[in-house]
């Protein structure tokens, strides 16, 4: 069985006049299924552009992303969006949670362009919010949520169509540590539970709590390997 | 993802800017109420023409004769005698002739009556009665005899209602009133009304100053009047060789030109009022790039979650077509109200019962239009939408 995410020489240019930004420069690394992987950086080494491209978001313009084993760079925006339903549950720093939406409605968003009903797409949200512990609370509006609360809500609409890919874009970074810690004890246990989770932070202490860093600088890695090994340079908070 | 997921997200954020969405409507509603109330207007145009046509008969014929100049001369005879002739196609024939001469009750001069010379089938042609005393018969004709058939108004206003057995003067003839008619007209009559007027026999008029300027003849059947119309004029072309000397009209046919006239106008003001409609759709449009601009966010967010682009194309679109299709369920109220109180404007300011009657088809039409151009003009603002790439539109503050 394939490997769930390969990079092999990824590169990613942005044009910006006369100028060439190289954001990601012939990355190249493999996640398997069940690896809890953070992939760090200072900003500006490319991680985001990195989490765009595993995210399905963006295409590389070099090199080739695989996905399950399906080559990503290939795929049309409709067959991008498809995957980024299906396959992949995202996490952001900011929650992005849809304001006018109530808790249980934000959790189906996913489901409903899925194609799945009414009924079924209720309860299963309503399911995905008990299993973050904020089922009483579905008829809320997101603002009546305190932060942690609120990222809660955005892994229970990650984890609601029940993805291979579980990406955290600084999930923490809009939290204090004391939430921040819980939301990372609950990416620790799904990853437990057996899912891919893939991390993206600028911050070692977080990073620290997955199984595996990839770190980069200037769009190439230059670290790839288990927690333990010292951090060489980058940002430390 | 159904289309009433949706409407119901459509409607979900109507419900969350009711005043933007409400003004956003509001060129909508103008205009379809705009459009409702003028065909309505037109519509009750309509009805009140053909009405006032049908009183005065849509079967008959108004025949003028110039024959100065011709060779011949078409004498009373003559037209009784084509009529006689083409019976299959007419039936009943009156002259009328101008009568010359102030008319007079008592020492008072009258002005605005008409007074005009008849055989004894005038009423029936008209299909006026006599509500007192008798009207004009054969004999009257024959022996022009100087009697007169008075309407309501001169009856009431001049004779207390006692005008029967009384006397009134044309120029020089003295007048005996031997009949006074109903009541034409649905208000109380009035000077130069249909209920003013006097009626003598023609052969009088015409010994006396008057003239024979036409004839009204009555077509056999309503639905042959174009035919009968051909009869008379073949007739009367037969007579004099030419055409220059006599015209023939219908009255169904002035109806119906008159009828086509009130179709244009109606449709000119209708195509002025659908520019507010258009001018609406054009405000949605603007409403909906701003929401755009504002929901960019959103739409980042509904994108990495799988929305595809035809996903977000049609929840823009829908909201742009429920918020026109609100806008025009609420302008055919308002078009009805409109239309209620116009009515009653028109009776209180005219004095005439013209009833401003919406049509099925305008009202279908209008909320049809609105609708489509919620589609039109919000397929712009939604494309954009549509279009944004995920990327930037997450990163949107």
Sequence with gaps: MCALIEFRNVCKYYYMGDNTVVAADHVSFTIERGEFVAIVGQSGSGKSTCMNIIGCLDVPTEGTYLLNGADVGTLGKNELAEIRNEQIGFIFQQYNLLPKLNLAENVEVPLMYAGVGKAERRARARKALADVGLDDKWRNRPNQLSGGQQQRVSIARALVGDPSLILADEPTGALDSKTGKEVLAILRSLNEAGRTVVLITHDNSIAAQAQRIIRLADGKVIYDGPVDEPPKGGGSQ | ?397
């Design chain 2, 1 to 397: 993802m159904s289309v009433l997921d949706s409407v119901t997200m459509a409607l979900k954020n109507i419900k969350t800017s009711k005043v933007r969405t409400f003004l956003t409507m509001l060129g909508i509603i103008i205009g379809v109420a705009a459009v409702i109330v003028i065909v309505g207007l037109g519509n009750g145009l309509q009805n009140y023409v053909t009405d006032s046509f049908a009183s005065l008969g849509t079967n008959t014929l108004n025949v003028s004769v110039q024959s100065r100049g011709a060779t011949r001369t078409l004498k009373v005879d003559d037209v009784y005698a084509i009529v006689e002739d083409n019976s299959e196609y007419l039936a009943l024939c009156s002259p009328t002739a101008s009568v010359s001469g102030a008319l007079k009750i008592g020492t008072e001069t009258i002005t605005g009556s008409t007074v005009s010379g008849v055989s004894e089938d005038y009423f029936e042609i008209r299909g006026y009665e006599i509500a007192e005393g008798r009207g004009l018969v054969y004999n009257d004709i024959a022996t022009c005899a100087k009697v007169c058939v008075v309407g309501e108004y001169l009856n009431r206003a001049y004779f207390d209602g006692e005008a029967v057995g009384q006397y009134l003067r044309l120029g020089y003839l003295r007048l005996k009133i031997i009949g006074v008619m109903a009541q034409e007209s649905d208000d109380a009559p009035e000077s130069g009304g249909t209920d003013d007027c006097v009626y003598l026999p023609y052969s009088t008029a015409s010994r006396s100053s008057g003239r024979i300027t036409g004839y009204v003849i009555t077509a056999r059947d309503e639905k042959t009047v174009t035919q009968s119309k051909n009869a008379l004029e073949d007739a009367l072309f037969d007579y004099f060789d030419s055409e220059d000397y006599y015209t023939v009209i219908s009255m169904s046919e002035i109806l119906s030109v008159m009828t086509s006239m009130i179709d244009i106008m109606v449709g000119v003001l209708a195509g002025i009022a659908a520019i507010s409609l258009v001018v609406g759709g054009i405000g949605i449009m603007n409403i909906m790039l701003v929401s755009v601009t504002e929901r960019t966010r959103e739409i980042g967010i509904r994108k990495s979650l799988g929305a595809k682009e035809r996903y977000i194309l049609e929840q823009f679109i829908i909201e742009a077509a429920t918020t026109s299709a609100i806008g025009g369920v609420l302008g055919i109220g308002f078009g009805y109200v409109l239309s209620a109180a116009a009515t009653k404007v028109i009776e209180l300011a005219m004095d005439e019962a013209l009833i401003v009657t919406p049509t099925a088809s305008a009202i279908v039409l209008a909320f049809g239009i609105s609708c489509g151009i919620g589609v039109l003009f919000g397929f712009l603002p939604a494309r954009k939408a549509a279009r944004l790439n995920p990327i930037d539109a997450l990163r949107y503050e």
